[in-house]
């Protein structure tokens, strides 16, 4: 969500920096063998790659999600092991 | 006894009967129902009725199903007392109650050996009571598991076994499918059945696969052992209807907790708010949002950044009103985000001066803070941001704060009536000292253009000075010096220019305008030498050959001459110039115009007589022509006449181009007559008929064609829109307002007709067919411009020759 953590980028970096930092991201994850990993970096990338739009997301924060429901992806949960005896254990206090 | 509100139960003793089997009848129905406890009381009643052994065994049986009852909802102490008090006051009923009385203190312990004990040997209507028992007790499978009551190769205890592999195995990590295989063998009716469901459910729910999740546990009954965690998996995959609002028992949200890694109820509240922002539910929206508020701060800045501006975003786009979603930010968070949220809120929903007013209230909260440098980009890009939010037209914000003038709304500032933020040019004034950037200097040249043309070319001179490469204040040193007629002071700021960069497409139009304006009042002036130079200078530039331009820059040489005297040169010119342009309609419209305006009108000799299409093309080329280069088209209201008669053999550009012409002159019959012809033609211009149709309509003196232009700027707008002539969109919607406005102002309540929803294709199509059958023309006012021209006798008297032998012609 972050753009600078996608790109893997400091938050005080100049064009160039973004945009060395932009082709090493797209390397890694090109279009045609990762194209979900290359938008998400394409987005990250149109939201700081110039001076105005680092000082935009700064000042304004990120631009909204277009889709409602994209809330629930963004908010999504860990999904955590923990072996039974954490679950049994609302069983036991229940029947106490 | 429990206590009992035994109000429905006397009720049925008010009308008791005494008849045996009405009354079982009627006790059978409470049971069937579920209602054992009026049942009792029936029973009650009708034993101190009659008194009967019949209705004693009624109260007994009563007695049994109601205790019965109270097991099966676990209420096993009140069914212990219940079964003991029956045994006290009815002595031959020991035998019957007493395993009642055991299986309560049973199932109260938690015994489940007693219960499989006692289901090894039981009947089968027994056995089937206590698996049902079991169903409902069974909260750890290892009680079977490892039961000794049971035989090792027991079905049940070797489901168990199974079950506590399962369970612990999709608790601990991925399991495959194939794994789960095992489960199958567990028949529905088994005491494990529940936990089955459970299994696969959990399993399910790693795999991220909620629908099956779901299903699984919807399946398992409300009151088997297991349920509890069915409800817990509701919460866990956000499933608004499973999920309780119950207090939680500490045990509930630990597993919640280290689950989900403490994102569950997050989750929830987020499922939550978007449905209730899907259904345009404000309440339950409002509710979801303070409830998902407090798990959002724990979240990353960037995640909860985001998840707040989409929730502004869709809210703001849903028609929802601000309030409660400010109340609900600013009550969840008070510091610099509530703020800045609180600023993009009512921004969004364009509340301009509470916007302004909440953004100034985030910038000297956030300077304090020290989260914003006093000065630099950032405290520039967010004033200039402020003054961005104010309307574009002056006028609307003197309206707002109701100032008469600009001096008026200063003076408010200055007073203190009104915060400093309110002024946009002392917004401005500050963006600038914080940093002078392009973008602010845009701002400011574009904010003093309307109000103060001489403080908006001081500031695009700073501009200049600060950002000594920049074309763009150049450009408009160069419009501002052209708007004053300093002519030389505008070319001298054109050679900046070019120093700068001699190609770009900008500068050369600039530098053609200019040598174009220079040579006029050369010629004006009466120093044909300087205006022959700029005239050589212009015939080196590529615009000058671009259309009919070399034509008009021909007839300026031949004023040259006229001004220098020399007959025989400017005789020659008039000669060449039918040819250059193909046509002596507009070779008499053009050297007409220059003529007129250089006071030569009386030096102009006779052209060749046109044809009908060549008059016809010739006012459609002077149109697109003078058009082009800013000026003034005089054209002889006969002349226009003759055009309005016959357009049939003029291609579809010129015929746009004549709608044109008569809105440039003033003479909407024209206008009216092209749109009308370019209607009948059905080309893809449609949309740009309709819009000139639409024009010349709106200038006819009638309501009911004003009606009619509504009508047209509408279908316009929507064929423009599928033709992607964004221009024309663009203009038909500011004919839609200006029209709107019109009737605003006489009572039209801003609209003559129609819900304001875009038209239908069919309605377009007759709109069409109607406009091009018209062939009345409507009564038109008449322009300020031809009033003016009604004056120029002068120039009139010109055209009459020429109008006379067209008349001839005819």
Known sequence: VNPFSVLDVDETAGDDAVRAAYLEAVRRHPPDRDPEGFQRIRSAYDA???????????LFGPPPLDRLEDLLALLSTERHYVGPDIWLDVLRRHRS | MAKHSKSSGRSAASTITLDPAVCRTRIETY???????????????????TGTAEAEGLVLDAYEAHTRALL??????EARNLASTVIERFRRARDRFTPLVRQAEILAAGDIQSLLAERDTATCSRRLELEAMLTREVRDPRAIAESETLREDDALRKAARTVCHLFGAVTAGPVPAEALAPLSSIPRHSPLAPWKLLIRAIA??????????????????????????????GVLTADVAAASDRARTPEVNN?????????????????????????????????????????????????????LTTVIHHWTALGLSPDPLLRALLRDNRDLDGLRFAALILERHGEWPDAVLAWDGYRAAAVRAGALPPAGPEMSRLLLHMTELFPSAPADILNEFDAESEEELQAKVR???????????????????AEPSRAVFRAMVDHYDQRDPKTAEAEAEAWRRAHPRDLEPILYLIRAAERRGAIQKALAALADAEAIDQVNPEVRRSRFRLLLVSAEQHIKDAR??????????????????????????????????????NATAATEIEDGLTARTGNPGLAHLIMTAVATSFGLEEMVNRFQIPSQVQSVEALARAGALFRKLGRALFVAPEFAARVERDMSGVSTPHLHALCEVGLAIGRYSLTYAASG??????????????????????????????????????AARELAGRARDLEAVREASVALKQIAAEADVFGFEGRFFGDGAPPTPEEIVRLVVEERSRRDVPPFAVSPARRRRRKRAKQQRLFDDFMASLEKDL
């Open chain 1, 48 to 58: 700081i790659r110039d001076a105005e739009r680092r000082l935009a997301h700064r």
């Open chain 2, 31 to 49: 049971w069937s129902n579920g209602k054992t406890r009026d049942a009792l009381d029936l029973a009650k009643d009708f034993l101190k009725a």
């Open chain 2, 72 to 77: 099966a909802k676990r209420m096993y102490s």
């Open chain 2, 204 to 233: 399910a729910y790693y795999r991220r696969d909620d629908a099956s999740v779901l299903a699984n546990v919807s399946a398992m009954p409300e009151d088997c052992g297991p349920a509890p965690l069915a409800a817990a998996l």
């Open chain 2, 255 to 307: 597993l919640l907790h280290r689950v989900s890694g403490g994102q569950a109820l997050r989750q929830l509240h987020a499922t939550r708010l978007v449905r209730a922002l899907a259904a345009r539910d404000q309440a339950r929206a409002t509710l979801s949002l303070q409830e998902l508020l407090p798990h959002l701060r724990l979240c990353s800045p960037s995640i909860r950044q985001t998840a």
């Open chain 2, 415 to 433: 007073s203190g009536e009104l915060p400093e933020c309110m002024d946009p040019g002392h917004l401005l004034a500050r963006a600038r000292a």
């Open chain 2, 528 to 565: 044909p030498d300087l205006a022959e130079r700029d005239l050589d200078r212009l015939a080196r530039e590529p615009a000058a050959d671009e259309g009919d331009t070399s034509a008009y820059l021909l007839v300026l040489r031949w004023a040259v001459e006229r001004t220098r005297g």
């Open chain 2, 677 to 714: 012809e370019g209607l009948a033609r059905g080309t893809t211009l449609v949309h740009r008929f309709l819009l000139a149709r639409g024009r010349a309509l709106r200038m006819a003196t009638t309501h009911r064609e004003h009606e009619r232009a509504e009508r047209c700027f509408r």
